[in-house]
């Protein structure tokens, strides 16, 4: 069974809402490698084990989402499945969290703006990434 730390991040509607943002936002950069030549020459460059393994994650990634835009008791029923996923989501939130850091640091020098709790102290983010840290792998016990 997941742990019901995790499944409560799926009942609270801004918890949902980074999830979701952090996974689409990680399934944008997948889709990014596909749009420019260089990205393209990457792709075809990979040797086929890496190149399969990046299109699954692409795949995976894809259907989480599909999972995450679903009605409420599908996304539970989806994700109470295993572990998998929840690992996903856990990846996409750090990425997602360290692109937000650089992006407001790039802002801060170009623009002298300010820190904003918004972009780089986001703390719902950092719940969330707490939350899945401690419980996105199977119990041992």
């Known amino acids: 069974m997941i742990n019901p730390e995790l499944l409560h991040l799926l009942e609270t509607n801004d918890s949902l ?4 943002d952090s996974v689409s936002y990680q399934l944008q950069k ?5 749009k420019t030549i260089e990205g ?17 994650y692409k795949e995976d990634y894809e259907k989480l989402s599909r999972i995450l835009n679903s009605e ?43 820190e904003t709790q918004a972009i780089s102290e986001n703390n719902l983010l950092e719940e969330c990434i707490g939350t899945l840290e401690r419980h996105a792998v199977e119990n041992k016990d």
């Open 40 to 56: 393209r020459d990457w792709h075809t460059e990979l040797p086929a084990i890496v190149r399969e393994k990046f299109d699954n």
């Open 72 to 114: 409420s008791q599908e996304v539970s029923a989806e994700m109470n499945k295993g572990y998998y996923y929840w690992r996903l989501m856990r990846s996409a939130c750090k990425t997602y969290r360290n692109d937000l850091k650089e992006y407001d640091l790039q802002l801060n020098q170009e623009f002298n703006f300010q």
């Open 17 to 20: 809402d980074i999830l979701r």
């Open 30 to 34: 997948l889709n990014n490698v596909e």
